[in-house]
């Protein structure tokens, strides 16, 4: 098995979690790790709201050992607002701070951070350089290749993001414009491994474990990181994990799939401080999902939106195994 090493740590070159916001908290990060993802990364952290004392945000920097190797991202616009954010995130201990330069939604991009910074190089630098003298862990940044179709600035921009001291850098190879539309440019993540001499992290459409080897051959990049095809399918990890490995892998069954999305829930649940039924609304996402691709997993999604009891779950999950599983 061939390695990647970031900072201290070493992983096998098999796949990362890509941060996803409103998505990968703690326990999707946690399925995630236990399926093999060997490098998780937190939900993004406003940098300004951290240091105004933001209850949200703190909670977004919680570690659990079992999550380790692990970064905590930061996103914001101001050197000064992200090196106090930096210095305050040692208390977590995390082992890497990643700097987003790559969301594309409105609310972010509209404060000059995420993707914006695409368009503003030598204040991302200096974010990068503000982070990187705060804090006691290596910092990586996450990128898109540009902010449009006529600024594809990867190269350069990752250039300078090394030249400030970033020790890896992630490029998910759209641009703003494109959201996540449209396919990944990954000959733009290759321009990117070839101009830079820190490890570099291809993201985007990767959807199995044929998808990362072929990134990987066709970027030459360092680790390969999966965003939107982890939803409700921890088990991408263990499929690419077994890929490259040489070993035989087996998809989920139907009630692997259940019992997976019930744990999930429970999770969410146990994990949170709101009510039961509050909480509940937050893991509807998730259990629709564990529905996709199978026989009537519209009506099924549509029921997981009206979730409001675990006991709707079990009951959900028990006529889902009647309509495509052995039943319980």
């Excluded at 179709?149 to 414009?177: K, L, P």
Aim: glycine share 8%; proline share 5%; hydrophobic share 40%.
């Amino acid at each position: 098995m061939q390695t990647i090493t970031i900072g201290n740590h070493t992983f096998d070159k098999t796949a990362a979690l890509a941060p996803m916001a409103g998505v990968a908290d703690d326990s999707y990060r946690i399925l995630a790790k236990e399926q093999g993802a060997v490098l998780l990364v937190s939900e993004m952290i406003s940098a300004k709201g951290l240091c105004y004392d933001s209850r949200g945000s703190a909670e977004l920097c919680r570690i659990t050992d079992c999550e380790r190797p692990m970064a905590l991202q930061l996103f914001g616009s101001e050197p000064d607002f992200i090196a106090r954010a930096a210095e305050m995130l040692q208390a977590y201990r995390p082992d890497f701070i990643d700097l987003n330069m790559g969301c594309p939604v409105p609310k972010v991009v509209n404060t000059g951070a995420g993707s914006a910074l695409m368009k503003t190089p030598a204040l991302a630098a200096a974010c990068v350089r503000a982070a990187a003298g705060a804090s006691d862990v290596p910092v990586t940044v996450k990128m898109r290749i540009g902010w449009d179709g006529s600024c594809i600035n990867a190269v350069e921009f990752a250039q300078a993001m090394e030249e400030a001291g970033a020790c890896a850098i992630t490029v998910h190879g759209r641009t703003r414009q494109q959201l996540y539309s449209g396919h990944a440019d990954w000959s733009q993540i290759a321009a990117v491994k070839r101009a830079v001499s820190v490890p570099v992290i291809g993201n985007g459409d990767i959807c199995s474990a044929q998808d990362a080897a072929a990134m990987y051959e066709q970027t030459g990049c360092d680790l390969v990181a999966i965003g939107r095809a982890t939803y409700g399918n921890p088990w991408i990890f263990k499929e690419i994990d077994s890929y490259f490995r040489g070993l035989p892998y087996t998809p989920p069954t139907p009630e692997e799939r259940m019992e997976m999305m019930l744990r999930h829930i429970r999770m969410i649940i146990d994990g949170s401080q709101k009510p039961p039924e509050i909480a509940i609304r937050e893991a509807r996402k998730h259990a629709s999902w564990y529905m996709t691709g199978y026989h009537g997993a519209a009506a099924f999604r549509a029921r997981c939106y009206g979730l409001s009891s675990y006991a709707e779950a079990q009951k959900l999950a028990e006529d889902f195994l009647a309509e495509n599983g052995s039943g319980t």
